[in-house]
C-alpha cells in the first residue's frame, strides 16, 4: 500500500491531476471487476425460480442441492462479504427471473 501510495505521489508530481485521475480509474475498474467476479461466483452457486403450484419464489443452491423459500443466510452474508448490496441484488434475481419467465 505504501509503495503505491509514493507511486502517486510521483505521478501527481509528474503528470498532475490526470495521473491522479488514471490511478483511480484503474483501482474503480479493479473493484468493478472483483464485484463482477464474485457476482458470478453467487450466481453460479445460486438460481432463483417460480414454484408453479404455489405461485412463489424459491432459491435454489447448485452445490447442495436445497431449496429455500427465503433468501438463505448464507446467500445474504455471501452478498454482504463480497460487498454487494443485498436489496439491488435480489431486484436484480427478479428482474432476471421475469426476463426469464417471458422468453420461455
Not at 438460481?47 to 446467500?75: A, G
Request: cysteine-free; glycine content about 2%; aromatic content about 12%.
Amino acid at each position: 500500500f505504501r509503495s503505491s501510495l509514493n507511486f502517486s505521489v510521483l505521478l501527481f508530481i509528474l503528470f498532475g491531476v490526470r495521473a491522479m485521475s488514471l490511478i483511480e480509474l484503474d483501482t474503480h475498474k479493479q473493484e468493478e471487476m472483483e464485484r463482477e467476479e464474485k457476482m458470478r461466483i453467487l450466481t453460479s452457486t445460486w438460481s432463483t425460480h417460480i414454484d408453479q403450484n404455489y405461485k412463489r419464489r424459491f432459491y435454489y443452491n447448485k452445490l447442495n442441492k436445497q431449496s429455500y423459500w427465503e433468501p438463505p443466510q448464507e446467500l445474504l452474508h455471501a452478498l454482504e462479504q463480497a460487498g454487494i448490496d443485498v436489496d439491488k441484488y435480489l431486484k436484480e434475481f427478479e428482474a432476471k427471473e421475469k426476463n426469464n419467465a417471458t422468453h420461455t
